[in-house]
């Protein structure tokens, strides 16, 4: 029975047993999501990543440029695993996925990778072959990127489906979508300050079918017109960030 996660701190733990869950079931390219305002991805990886301690140096961190990579390693300090950067100049990658990937490597992890990442990070999950890979707070699917033209996007929504969501928080208005594996996908609407399940799906809903369902638990579509923003700003503080 999946909890409500009444505090970031176990949100976090919740990621970390939906991917041991997925790891044991035989997935390989997992996704974290946690659609939270202000979230700073980096410093939530770094407490997200001790799921893997048990790897070493057997699991290889990447940033999106090598300034990204540079400041992980002054804040994380010393670390047991390996921290690159995916080098890339625009849409191009700079340096060869041989470099990036080694045949010591166990697991690979990226950390806020953008659509502008896309053939890169596409181009070592191909490399990893078996091996897991996972995508932690990934931006591929933002329509707001400049330059993503339909052929891109359909590239990006083919690549994205090999995925499996093994967890995903996103809250709304008075409600919230939440997915940890291997439990379905679930509404949860808010009252007096805790979240009571409403129901669940087992595929991830839509956009339609999202509106409904929050609809449905009193809250507001998934595009609301009143300011979402301070409503996702309130769940956060929620959750003790």
């Known amino acids: 029975m999946v909890e409500f996660p ?4 176990a949100a976090i733990a919740q990621a970390q047993s939906a991917t041991q869950a997925a790891i044991a079931a035989g997935y390989t390219r997992l996704q974290i999501d946690l659609l939270l305002p202000e979230l700073k991805p980096t410093p939530i990886a770094f407490q997200y990543l001790p799921v893997f301690s048990h790897m070493g140096a057997g699991l290889k961190v990447f940033f999106t440029d090598a300034g990204a990579a540079a400041l992980a390693r002054r804040d994380w300090g010393e670390t047991p695993f390996n921290i690159c950067s995916l080098d890339v100049a625009g849409a191009r990658q700079t340096t060869p996925v041989d470099e990036l990937v080694s045949p010591d490597d166990q697991l690979f992890l990226f950390v806020a990778p953008s659509s502008v ?7 070592v999950c191909t490399a990893a072959g078996d091996r897991p890979v ?17 052929a891109a996007r359909k590239i990006r929504e083919r690549f994205l489906s090999t995925f499996e969501p093994c967890y995903y928080l996103r809250p709304f208005d008075r409600t919230a979508l939440l997915r940890c594996y291997p439990a379905p996908w679930q509404v949860w609407r808010e009252t ?19 509106e409904q369902l929050l609809l449905q638990a009193g809250g507001t579509q998934a595009s609301p017109k009143r300011n979402v923003i301070e409503e996702m700003q309130r769940f956060l503080r929620a959750l003790g960030q």
């Open 134 to 150: 996972v995508l932690f707070a990934p931006r591929l699917e933002d329509i707001g990127t400049v330059g993503i033209g339909y």
């Open 117 to 123: 990442e896309v053939s890169p990070v596409e181009q």
């Open 6 to 9: 009444q505090t970031l701190d």
């Open 192 to 210: 007096d300050n805790t979240y009571a399940l409403v129901v669940e799906e087992l595929t991830k809903p839509g956009t339609e079918r999202l």
